[in-house]
C-alpha cells in the first residue's frame, strides 16, 4: 500500500501571500488530520476531515482552513501568511480497525517558508 | 496547558541496552495512546499504540506500559540499536472517535555504538 503522500515538499513564500497544500491519504483510509510543527510548539493539531466534513478543530486563527474531496484527498489553504506561518505542515490519514485498534500515519509534511 | 508531557528532552543509552521513554497526561478523557519517532526533514512514523483498556502492548523490541492511574506511559525498546536514535513522541487521543492527537513536545534519543 501507497503511504500517505504530501506536495508539495517544499514551499517559500512572501507574508501576505496564500498557500494550498495537498494531501492523499492511505487507500481506504476516510479520516485526513493536519498538523503543524514548529520548534517551539511541536505537533500541534490543525483539523480533521471524515467524509467531506470537518470532525474536528484545533486552535488555529480562522486563515486556516481546509477541505476533503469525495476521494478522500484533502487540502489545506493559509490566506494572508505571517512570518510565524513557517513550519512543517503535517497530513495524517487514520483507520480503525473492527477491534478498535487505532492507527494514524503521517506524511512526509511539506516544509513552508514565509519570507 | 501541556496536556501530555514529555519531561526528558533528551535520552542517551549504549547500543544493546533498554531505552526507557516517559510520558505524562493529565486529561483523563485520553482513551488511546501512541508512540511516533521522527527522524529530521521526515514525517513522524507510528511504532506502537495501546488502549486505555490496557496495561500493556508489545510489538517486538517495542512494549508500551499504561499506568492510568498515575496517567502515565512508558516507552520500552530493548534492545537499543543505533538506528533507533531519533525524537520519540507519544500522544494522546480523546474519547469519541476523535482522530485530534495531543502531542508532547519529544524526546530526542542517541543509541550510541
Known amino acids: 500500500k501507497a503511504g500517505v503522500t504530501q506536495t508539495p515538499r517544499y514551499l517559500i513564500k512572501t507574508r501576505g501571500q496564500q498557500v494550498t497544500l495537498s494531501c492523499s491519504p492511505i487507500s481506504g483510509h476516510r479520516s485526513v488530520s493536519w498538523y503543524q510543527q514548529t520548534p517551539g510548539q511541536g505537533l500541534q ?6 467524509s467531506e466534513t470537518q470532525r474536528n478543530k484545533g486552535n488555529f486563527p480562522g486563515r486556516f482552513s481546509g477541505r476533503q474531496f469525495s476521494n478522500s484527498r ?5 490566506s494572508t501568511l505571517e512570518l510565524g506561518d513557517s513550519a512543517l505542515y503535517l497530513c495524517a490519514s487514520s483507520s480503525r480497525t473492527s477491534g478498535g485498534a487505532y492507527e494514524q500515519y503521517f ?9 | ?3 501530555v508531557k514529555q519531561n526528558s528532552p533528551s535520552l542517551s543509552v549504549q547500543e544493546g541496552r533498554i531505552s526507557i521513554l516517559n510520558c ?15 527522524y ?11 488502549s486505555s483498556i490496557k496495561d500493556k502492548n508489545e510489538d517486538g523490541r517495542f512494549t508500551v506500559f499504561l499506568n492510568k492511574s498515575a496517567k502515565h506511559l512508558s516507552l ?6 543505533p538506528g533507533d536514535s531519533a525524537v520519540y513522541f507519544c500522544a ?10 495531543v502531542f508532547g513536545k519529544g524526546t530526542k534519543l542517541t543509541v550510541n555504538p
Do not use: C
Open chain 1, 45 to 50: 493539531f490543525l483539523f480533521e476531515y471524515f
Open chain 1, 74 to 78: 484533502s487540502e489545506m489553504n493559509v
Open chain 1, 107 to 115: 506524511g512526509p509534511g511539506t516544509r513552508l517558508t514565509v519570507t
Open chain 2, 1 to 3: 496547558d501541556q496536556q
Open chain 2, 24 to 38: 505524562d497526561y493529565t486529561n483523563s478523557m485520553f482513551d488511546y495512546f501512541l508512540w511516533y519517532k521522527k
Open chain 2, 40 to 50: 529530521p526533514a521526515e514525517g513522524p512514523t507510528f511504532l506502537i499504540s495501546i
Open chain 2, 76 to 81: 520500552h525498546i530493548v534492545p537499543s540499536q
Open chain 2, 92 to 101: 494522546g487521543a480523546p474519547q469519541g472517535g476523535s482522530e485530534k492527537l
